[in-house]
């Protein structure tokens, strides 16, 4: 079992920054690969950035250049610096860990005003 707690969400302007973050514990050794997923009512969660054991990264093209993913591992912590902020990036982040199966966080809201 894995459990992921997210934090550091929240309302920000158009053009700043958010740093979000995700501590997981539990089975952690058998982590390969840890991401942050968003999702808006009504539409599909969607992937925003994952990072591999590793240390390999992918960004959604729409987050490219603006975003970056990055670990902790002494501190089992996974964060999503958040730059450039748009409106559009409103939405629930949500952290994910794959160890043999799938496990999620419980969200964090992002908020960006115009």
Same mark, same amino acid.
């Given at each position: 079992?894995?459990?992921?707690?997210? #934090? %550091?969400?929240? &309302?920000?302007?158009?053009?700043? #920054? &958010?740093? /979000? $973050?995700?501590?997981?514990? @539990?089975?952690?050794? =058998?982590?390969?690969?840890? @991401?942050?997923?968003?999702?808006?009512? @009504?539409?599909?969660?969607? /992937?925003?950035?994952?990072?591999?054991? $590793?240390? !390999?990264? !992918?960004?959604?093209?729409?987050?490219? %250049? *603006?975003?970056?993913?990055? *670990?902790?591992?002494?501190?089992?912590?996974?964060? /999503?610096?958040?730059? =450039? /902020?748009?409106?559009?990036?409103?939405?629930?982040?949500?952290? !994910?860990?794959? =160890? @043999?199966?799938?496990?999620?966080?419980?969200?964090?809201?992002?908020?960006? #005003? $115009?």
């Amino acid at each position: 079992q894995v459990q992921l707690v997210e #934090s %550091g969400g929240g &309302l920000v302007q158009a053009g700043g #920054s &958010l740093r /979000l $973050s995700c501590a997981a514990s @539990g089975s952690i050794f =058998s982590i390969n690969v840890m @991401g942050w997923y968003r999702q808006v009512p @009504g539409k599909q969660r969607e /992937l925003v950035a994952r990072i591999f054991s $590793s240390g !390999n990264t !992918n960004y959604a093209d729409s987050v490219k %250049g *603006r975003f970056t993913i990055s *670990r902790d591992n002494a501190k089992n912590t996974v964060y /999503l610096q958040m730059n =450039s /902020l748009k409106p559009e990036d409103t939405a629930v982040y949500y952290c !994910n860990a794959m =160890s @043999g199966r799938l496990y999620w966080g419980q969200g964090t809201q992002v908020t960006v #005003s $115009s």
